[in-house]
Nanobody, 125 residues
Framework: QVQLVESGGGSVQAGGSLRLSCAAS????????MGWFRQVPGNEREGVAA????????YADSVKGRFTISKADAWNSLLWLEMNSLKPEDTATYYC??????????????????WGQGTQVTVSS
Protein backbone atom coordinates (compact mmCIF):
# COMPACT_ATOMS: atom_id res chain seq x y z
CA GLN A 1 0.00 0.00 0.00
CA VAL A 2 1.33 3.44 -0.96
CA GLN A 3 2.06 5.70 1.97
CA LEU A 4 3.06 9.36 1.93
CA VAL A 5 4.40 11.14 5.00
CA GLU A 6 5.02 14.88 4.97
CA SER A 7 7.43 16.76 7.22
CA GLY A 8 9.18 20.11 7.42
CA GLY A 9 6.27 22.39 8.23
CA GLY A 10 6.52 25.05 10.89
CA SER A 11 6.21 28.72 11.67
CA VAL A 12 8.21 31.37 9.84
CA GLN A 13 8.10 35.11 9.35
CA ALA A 14 7.11 36.63 6.03
CA GLY A 15 10.01 36.57 3.60
CA GLY A 16 11.41 33.40 5.13
CA SER A 17 11.86 29.93 3.68
CA LEU A 18 10.84 26.36 4.44
CA ARG A 19 11.45 23.05 2.73
CA LEU A 20 8.75 20.42 2.93
CA SER A 21 9.54 16.75 2.44
CA CYS A 22 7.29 13.87 1.47
CA ALA A 23 8.61 10.37 2.08
CA ALA A 24 6.93 7.78 -0.13
CA SER A 25 6.82 4.04 0.29
CA UNK A 26 4.94 1.04 -1.07
CA UNK A 27 4.89 2.21 -4.67
CA UNK A 28 3.76 -0.44 -7.15
CA UNK A 29 4.25 1.50 -10.36
CA UNK A 30 7.55 2.59 -11.87
CA UNK A 31 6.36 6.11 -12.63
CA UNK A 32 4.10 8.49 -10.75
CA UNK A 33 2.45 11.86 -10.99
CA MET A 34 3.19 13.69 -7.72
CA GLY A 35 2.05 16.99 -6.34
CA TRP A 36 1.79 19.38 -3.43
CA PHE A 37 -1.51 20.87 -2.34
CA ARG A 38 -2.62 23.15 0.45
CA GLN A 39 -5.82 23.80 2.32
CA VAL A 40 -7.11 26.40 4.71
CA PRO A 41 -10.11 25.46 6.92
CA GLY A 42 -13.32 26.34 5.11
CA ASN A 43 -11.64 26.48 1.72
CA GLU A 44 -11.17 23.90 -1.02
CA ARG A 45 -7.87 22.13 -1.38
CA GLU A 46 -5.75 23.87 -4.02
CA GLY A 47 -2.88 22.65 -6.12
CA VAL A 48 0.45 24.35 -5.48
CA ALA A 49 3.00 22.45 -7.56
CA ALA A 50 3.08 19.19 -9.47
CA UNK A 51 5.55 16.89 -11.17
CA UNK A 52 4.63 14.62 -14.07
CA UNK A 53 5.95 11.09 -14.45
CA UNK A 54 8.54 12.40 -16.96
CA UNK A 55 9.64 15.28 -14.72
CA UNK A 56 7.65 18.18 -16.13
CA UNK A 57 6.66 20.71 -13.47
CA UNK A 58 3.73 23.08 -13.17
CA TYR A 59 2.92 25.67 -10.50
CA ALA A 60 -0.02 27.69 -9.32
CA ASP A 61 0.30 31.32 -10.38
CA SER A 62 0.36 32.37 -6.74
CA VAL A 63 3.63 30.52 -6.06
CA LYS A 64 5.49 30.77 -9.38
CA GLY A 65 9.03 31.99 -8.89
CA ARG A 66 8.88 31.30 -5.15
CA PHE A 67 8.23 27.56 -4.79
CA THR A 68 10.13 24.68 -6.39
CA ILE A 69 9.01 21.06 -6.53
CA SER A 70 11.61 18.34 -6.98
CA LYS A 71 12.27 14.71 -6.16
CA ALA A 72 15.34 13.01 -4.83
CA ASP A 73 15.53 10.09 -7.24
CA ALA A 74 13.87 8.30 -10.14
CA TRP A 75 12.00 6.04 -7.73
CA ASN A 76 9.92 8.89 -6.29
CA SER A 77 10.90 7.94 -2.76
CA LEU A 78 11.31 11.54 -1.59
CA LEU A 79 9.51 14.61 -2.86
CA TRP A 80 10.41 18.15 -1.83
CA LEU A 81 8.76 21.54 -1.94
CA GLU A 82 11.19 24.40 -1.49
CA MET A 83 9.28 27.51 -0.43
CA ASN A 84 10.97 30.92 -0.52
CA SER A 85 9.76 34.48 0.01
CA LEU A 86 6.88 33.15 2.05
CA LYS A 87 3.81 35.32 2.53
CA PRO A 88 1.09 35.20 5.22
CA GLU A 89 -1.33 33.98 2.54
CA ASP A 90 0.81 30.85 2.16
CA THR A 91 -0.37 29.77 5.60
CA ALA A 92 -2.15 26.41 5.23
CA THR A 93 -1.88 22.70 5.78
CA TYR A 94 0.26 21.28 2.99
CA TYR A 95 -0.31 17.81 1.56
CA CYS A 96 1.62 15.69 -0.90
CA UNK A 97 -0.21 13.38 -3.28
CA UNK A 98 0.57 10.72 -5.86
CA UNK A 99 -0.97 8.62 -8.59
CA UNK A 100 0.76 5.78 -10.39
CA UNK A 101 1.34 5.52 -14.12
CA UNK A 102 2.60 7.55 -17.07
CA UNK A 103 0.84 10.81 -16.35
CA UNK A 104 1.03 14.51 -17.00
CA UNK A 105 1.36 16.84 -14.07
CA UNK A 106 -1.88 18.14 -12.62
CA UNK A 107 -2.97 20.65 -9.99
CA UNK A 108 -6.42 19.08 -9.69
CA UNK A 109 -6.97 17.15 -6.44
CA UNK A 110 -9.16 14.59 -8.20
CA UNK A 111 -6.22 13.54 -10.36
CA UNK A 112 -4.50 11.93 -7.36
CA UNK A 113 -5.20 8.66 -5.59
CA UNK A 114 -3.02 8.75 -2.49
CA TRP A 115 -2.56 11.53 0.04
CA GLY A 116 -0.35 12.22 3.03
CA GLN A 117 -1.61 13.39 6.38
CA GLY A 118 -0.48 16.99 5.93
CA THR A 119 1.97 19.36 7.59
CA GLN A 120 1.12 22.83 8.87
CA VAL A 121 2.86 25.93 7.53
CA THR A 122 2.26 29.22 9.30
CA VAL A 123 3.67 32.50 7.98
CA SER A 124 3.43 35.54 10.20
CA SER A 125 3.61 39.13 9.02
Amino acid sequence: QVQLVESGGGSVQAGGSLRLSCAASGFKYVTYRMGWFRQVPGNEREGVAALSSDGTTIYADSVKGRFTISKADAWNSLLWLEMNSLKPEDTATYYCAAKGGQMRSSLTPGAYATWGQGTQVTVSS
